[in-house]
């Protein structure tokens, strides 16, 4: 069965103070690897995609990275408005479900 | 474009009651999908209809919970005789083709509370 775990479930950083959350996985035959971010009362925004260990992607101050076992949402001089929970989801070799890891709860204070 | 729309966005019933949720998915993906998030956690599988057809429900908790998608479109959650435990939010999402891979688009959710 596929498994997602998130770390930290919470993380609080100061404005500015640079830091990465983990997630990491379980899967027969991984196809997807998903990072979103979700705010209070919405549902999940897409972020990044990967598809193979030791690709990257970045957009603004995010940068996520995958090996075979797990992936990491770095965060660089994070901001207020960058306060959400982060979920990361795999899809294996299979079309359509996605598992979902619990998520990481980020508060940057300014 | 328009995304993913869900309604209504939020929905109050009472225990024993029948309950629909539609999902309205992007114009032209082929692909659909059901989770439901419970508070504190991340979503949860339902369902995944390819076309009209449901390509994998085995998500579903049990016989209460149906999920139809007659057109190829817009999609119906239905619940049956709602118990406490069925409160949560219920995700919808879609994606281009369902390819295995294929990034899924969520709505902004349906918040069921049964009382």
Same mark, same amino acid.
């Given at each position: $069965?596929? #498994?997602?775990?998130?770390?930290?479930?919470?993380?609080?950083?100061?404005?500015?103070? +640079?830091?990465?959350?983990?997630?990491?996985? %379980?899967?027969?035959?991984?196809?997807?690897?998903?990072?979103?971010? #979700?705010?209070?009362?919405?549902?999940? $925004?897409?972020?990044?995609?990967?598809?193979?260990?030791?690709?990257?992607?970045?957009? $603004?101050?995010?940068?996520?990275?995958? %090996?075979?076992?797990?992936?990491?949402?770095?965060?660089?001089?994070?901001?207020?408005?960058? +306060?959400?929970?982060?979920?990361?989801?795999? #899809?294996?070799?299979?079309?359509?479900?996605?598992?979902?890891?619990?998520?990481?709860?980020? %508060?940057?204070?300014? | 474009?328009?995304?993913?729309?869900?309604?209504? /966005?939020? !929905?109050?019933?009472? !225990?024993? !009651?029948?309950?629909? &949720?539609?999902?309205?998915?992007?114009?032209?993906?082929?692909?659909? =999908?059901?989770?439901?998030? /419970? &508070?504190?956690?991340?979503?949860?599988?339902?369902? =995944?209809?390819?076309?009209?057809?449901?390509?994998?429900?085995?998500?579903?908790?049990?016989?209460?919970?149906?999920?139809?998608?007659?057109?190829?479109?817009? /999609?119906?959650?239905?619940?049956?005789?709602?118990?406490?435990?069925?409160?949560?939010?219920?995700?919808?999402?879609?994606?281009? /083709?369902?390819?295995?891979?294929?990034?899924? =688009?969520?709505?902004?959710?349906?918040?069921?509370?049964?009382?």
């Amino acid at each position: $069965e596929d #498994q997602v775990t998130q770390s930290p479930e919470a993380l609080r950083l100061q404005e500015g103070e +640079s830091s990465s959350l983990n997630c990491s996985y %379980t899967v027969s035959g991984l196809r997807g690897l998903f990072w979103y971010r #979700q705010d209070p009362g919405k549902g999940p $925004e897409f972020l990044f995609t990967l598809y193979s260990a030791g690709e990257e992607k970045e957009k $603004e101050r995010l940068k996520a990275t995958l %090996t075979k076992k797990e992936s990491f949402l770095h965060i660089t001089a994070p901001k207020p408005e960058d +306060s959400a929970t982060y979920l990361c989801a795999v #899809q294996a070799r299979y079309p359509g479900k996605s598992t979902f890891g619990d998520g990481t709860t980020l %508060t940057v204070k300014p | 474009g328009a995304g993913v729309s869900q309604t209504p /966005s939020n !929905k109050v019933t009472e !225990k024993g !009651k029948y309950v629909e &949720l539609r999902c309205d998915p992007i114009s032209g993906h082929t692909a659909l =999908y059901w989770y439901r998030q /419970s &508070l504190g956690q991340g979503p949860e599988f339902l369902i =995944y209809f390819q076309g009209t057809g449901a390509a994998d429900d085995s998500g579903l908790p049990n016989d209460r919970f149906f999920a139809v998608r007659p057109e190829g479109s817009v /999609s119906t959650l239905k619940i049956q005789r709602t118990e406490r435990g069925d409160s949560a939010v219920y995700l919808c999402a879609s994606s281009p /083709s369902g390819g295995a891979g294929e990034t899924q =688009y969520f709505g902004p959710g349906t918040r069921l509370l049964v009382l």
